[in-house]
T-cell receptor
Framework: SAVISQKPSRDICQRGTSLTIQCQVD?????MFWYRQQPGQSLTLIAT?????????ESGFVIDKFPISRPNLTFSTLTVSNMSPEDSSIYLC?????????FGQGTRLTVV | GQQLNQSPQSMFIQEGEDVSMNCTSS?????WLWYKQDPGEGPVLLIA?????ELTSNGRLTAQFGITRKDSFLNISASIPSDVGIYFC?????????????FGKGTKLSVIP
């Protein structure tokens, strides 16, 4: 398994501002994943972050809104830009080992 | 995109009862994963299934990979209060990258002491 640390664990932000979420893994991994979980909903993949290349975004998510960095094999950041109340969600970092996905504890974001 | 239909959406059971939930898809899946999510936490992997027909247990939990590769079920025996949470099925659809997971909508389990 993998130990994944995310921070912040929660935040309340003003609309129009941006928040950067950090994800640290205890081992080197090729791909890291960012998910969004809207209130009472399931998980939706935002993007896949590869070290040394641009992130790959899923349909409905764009780089300008959710820029991602992947400076090394154990760390990634997701920024939620120009936030609106609709961005209020839990954001989860994930890694896959042998086709099994492991998750951080999530960042609960509330936009007011 | 691919969708997983998970049922039931929610369950209220008495402590000690057995629980069963399932997941179906119109597409073939190569792997089925079952997760539990506690409030304020990320999902935790419970069981992973890799072959059609595979039956795997993890303590009081048992899960099976359907023969058609389009469904899976999770059983919890003799439920206890700490079983409360949301259970998700997930998997990479056939043809997708093995790391690209699709998640069911979850089954919210409540256990009455």
């Amino acid at each position: 398994s993998a130990v994944i640390s995310q921070k912040p664990s929660r935040d309340i932000c003003q609309r129009g501002t941006s928040l950067t979420i950090q994800c640290q893994v205890d081992s080197q991994v090729t791909m890291m994943f960012w998910y969004r979980q809207q209130p009472g909903q399931s998980l939706t993949l935002i993007a896949t972050a590869n070290q040394g290349s641009e992130a790959t975004y899923e349909s409905g998510f764009v780089i300008d809104k959710f820029p991602i960095s992947r400076p090394n094999l154990t760390f990634s950041t997701l920024t939620v830009s120009n936030m609106s109340p609709e961005d209020s969600s839990i954001y989860l970092c994930s890694v896959s080992l042998n086709t099994e996905a492991f998750f951080g504890q999530g960042t609960r974001l509330t936009v007011v | 995109g691919q969708q997983l239909n998970q049922s039931p959406q929610s369950m209220f059971i008495q402590e000690g009862e057995d629980v069963s939930m399932n997941c179906t898809s119109s597409s073939i899946f190569n792997t089925w994963l079952w997760y539990k999510q506690d409030p304020g936490e990320g999902p935790v992997l419970l069981i992973a299934l890799y072959k059609a027909g595979e039956l795997t247990s993890n303590g009081r939990l048992t899960a099976q990979f359907g023969i058609t590769r389009k469904d899976s079920f999770l059983n919890i025996s003799a439920s206890i209060p700490s079983d409360v949470g949301i259970y998700f099925c997930a998997g990479p659809p056939s043809g997708a990258g093995s790391y690209q997971l699709t998640f069911g909508k979850g089954t919210k389990l409540s256990v009455i002491p």
